[in-house]
């Protein structure tokens, strides 16, 4: 079965720590996404990428950064985490090319405090 | 950019109903629609999708119906079960090089027995 996997379901950090949340994927994808959820406000785009070393900004990169330095492997980085990034976040991937759907990873639950 | 409205926010019904979810777009150029159910705990998971060189397609008790003029297209779960409940999302794209999805702020679906 193919998956997506982020590294952590919940993580708890301090106000002012460099986060990192990992997503590997299995299939061979070369498009990889992390999006945001939260209330009311449904998935939001962070970040993508569309091959190895590459990056593209979403809707809402501020506060954010990416790494991809292996294709099945696409890295979020919290520079210096704060109390508004406390969210739901979620790794997808696909095939190149427009008009393939995503496959989700289950989520990390990151709570700044 | 692109601005995916999806209606209702939350809706209930009773087991054996049917449930209709609704969605506009606003960039003529998307012609790539999918729906996502994600259920308590877990990610978002492609259901059915639909591209705008078909009205309509179905896939058991499921179908999407889209009109290309009005730039809408909706969900139909017919004979709902309990396990239909969920939050479900549309999303947009347009087929050019590195479209990404546009996703609506979903709609919790509740059946009850």
Redesign the interface.
Known sequence: DVK?TQSSRYLVKRTGEKVFLECVQDMDHENM?W?RQDP????R?IY?S?DVKMK?K??IPEGYSVSREKKERFSLILESASTNQTSMY?C?SSLSG??Y???????TRLTVV | ?ENVE?HP?TLSVQEGDSAVIKCTYSDSAS??F?W?KQEL??????II?I?SNVGEKKDQRIAVTLNKTAKHFSLHITETQPEDSAVY?CAA??????????????TMLLVSP
């Open positions: 997506v996404f999006y009311g406000l449904g998935l785009l993508f569309y593209e979403g809707d979620l997808a427009p008009n759907g995503y496959t989700f990873g289950s989520g | 950019g999806q926010s012609n790539y999918p996502y705990g877990k990610g978002p998971q492609l999708d591209r999302f794209s347009m087929n050019s090089g590195y479209s990404t999805l546009t996703f609506g702020k979903g």
